[in-house]
């Protein structure tokens, strides 16, 4: 059964399973991932590469995983595809790996929708699609999700983006985020921000850091962002991971292959532990 905050008109999908019973112990460290999947095909849109970027984000063994422009349905693609999954696609990429998991529809449209989403081996206590669409047609989200760590009883925070093409727009977006952590994350809650920003010009962590005190892995680690776009040869830094209240231990950026096959954007995973 869902849990009683979830509004329906958000579209809104978690499943969870009850906490272990066994004695809490603090958990030190875990592993996420965020990618672009762009819908689940390859660059261009050439190929169905669900099944494939399956097998990859397995492979990567993260314990959160944050998602965009992941496909909640598609009428056209599901009759022309025979591969395509009876589940949705975060159904179908949590399958038996990641106990819980969320989704925000952020666009809708006649043939099906599409949106964020966390996977997580975490239970998710509660979550919240934030709609931070600005004028025009492109349609954007932050999907809050608010997780317990078994080992430790910590209340884990963690916040999928996905901003807009205009710079404009995203200003204002990075705004909302940060009234989002500073209304809805305790000040000494762990957090975990991470999607596409679209931040070419490099403005967001300057942003962050002043009003919600966010820090970036690859900064932090490399003294750099992370070029992600396009997969390929990545020229562009365009996708983040940011932190409060943990330390980096190690960051990579996926652009080699199958990945420079799965998405136009490279995925970039962190591994971090709790202070």
Known sequence: MAPACVDPVLALVVRSKPMSKATQKP??????LTLNMHKGFSIFNRR???????????????????????????EKHSRRHASWPKATQYEFLADSIWSDFAYGRNSVYA?????NAVLSKFPILRYKNHDVSMRGPERRG???????????????????VHLG????????????????VN???PPDAPLLVAGDFND????????????????????????????????????????????RNARVLRTERLSAPPWSRLSDHAALTAEVELV
């Open 183 to 185: 209304t809805a994350v």
């Open 48 to 74: 169905f590469v669900l099944h494939e970027l399956r097998d990859a984000v397995r492979g990567i063994g993260a314990d959160i995983v944050f998602l965009q422009e992941v496909l909640g349905s598609h």
């Open 200 to 243: 070419w010009r490099k403005r967001a962590n300057a942003i962050l850091e002043r009003c919600a005190g966010l820090q970036e892995v690859f900064i932090a680690a490399n003294g750099r962002v992370a070029r992600t776009f396009p997969s390929r040869l990545p020229l562009l830094r365009l996708d983040r991971i940011y932190f």
């Open 165 to 180: 093409l205009a710079e404009s727009h995203r200003r204002q977006q990075l705004e909302l985020m940060c009234e989002l």
């Open 142 to 160: 932050l999907l809050h999700c608010a997780m317990k760590l078994p080992e430790s009883g910590l209340e884990l925070h963690a916040v999928c």
């Open 111 to 115: 043939r099906g929708h599409h949106g």
């Open 27 to 32: 958990l030190p460290q875990f592993k996420l």
